[in-house]
């Protein structure tokens, strides 16, 4: 039976500390993209509401202004 050499195992824990160093990274990435659509997402949400919410406003002020003029 042949023991590890101390360089092999010390290659493998840099390797393995690596490997989660990059996976954290990936992680975050992903998550702060993932914040930044969803913050976009909303904002978009919120735009359409505000311009529906115009829109029937626009809808009522004209239908008000028919009503004078009749």
């Known amino acids: 039976m042949?023991?590890?050499?101390p360089m092999s195992h010390i290659f493998r824990s840099?390797?393995?500390?690596?490997?989660?160093?990059?996976?954290?990274v990936t992680l975050g990435i992903?998550?702060?993209i993932q914040s930044r659509v969803i913050a976009g997402q909303s904002r978009i949400i919120h735009v359409l509401y505000l311009d529906s919410?115009?829109?029937a406003s626009m809808?009522?002020?004209a239908n008000m202004a028919k009503a004078k003029k009749n």
């Not at 042949?2 to 050499?5: A, D, G, H, I, R």
């Not at 840099?14 to 954290?24: D, E, H, K, M, S």
């Open 2 to 5: 042949t023991t590890p050499s």
């Open 30 to 32: 992903t998550t702060f």
């Open 59 to 61: 809808k009522i002020a």
């Open 14 to 24: 840099r390797i393995i500390t690596l490997a989660l160093v990059l996976g954290n």
């Open 53 to 55: 919410a115009e829109l």
